[in-house]
Nanobody
Framework: QVQLVESGGGFVQAGGSLSLSCAPSRSISSINAMGWYRQAPGKQRELVATITRGGSTNYADFVKGRFTISRDNAKNTVYLQMNSLESEDTAVYYC??????????WGQGTQVTVSS
């Protein structure tokens, strides 16, 4: 079973930056949409940003202008650059991908903690 592996979470002060990356645990033929979701304690998982294979992006309103999603199709890797972080951004961030045959994949999650 292919899984997604996230890296790059950690602790940062408010106003700081962090970068996340995510790639499959082994090589797979093709991935369509990729994205990032997050879940804060006591809250439901919510969409942060998505990106299609062609590079079209979609962002949640609460990250517009602060976060940037990008991908490397050759490596099936997706990135999330997070700037101007706020304490409200503290959450576990999950990577998501949909394979060419429609199978959804999820990562284990990486903790992002923003101190005010």
């Amino acid at each position: 079973q292919v899984q997604l592996v996230e890296s790059g979470g950690g602790f940062v002060q408010a106003g700081g930056s962090l970068s996340l990356s995510c790639a499959p645990s082994r090589s797979i033929s093709s991935i369509n949409a990729m994205g990032w979701y997050r879940q804060a304690p006591g809250k439901q998982r919510e969409l942060v940003a998505t990106i299609t294979r062609g590079g079209s992006t979609n962002y949640a309103d609460f990250v517009k202008g602060r976060f940037t999603i990008s991908r490397d199709n050759a490596k099936n890797t997706v990135y999330l650059q997070m700037n101007s972080l706020e304490s409200e951004d503290t959450a576990v961030y999950y990577c998501n991908a949909v394979t060419a045959w429609g199978l959804p994949l999820w990562g284990q999650g990486t903790q992002v903690t923003v101190s005010s």
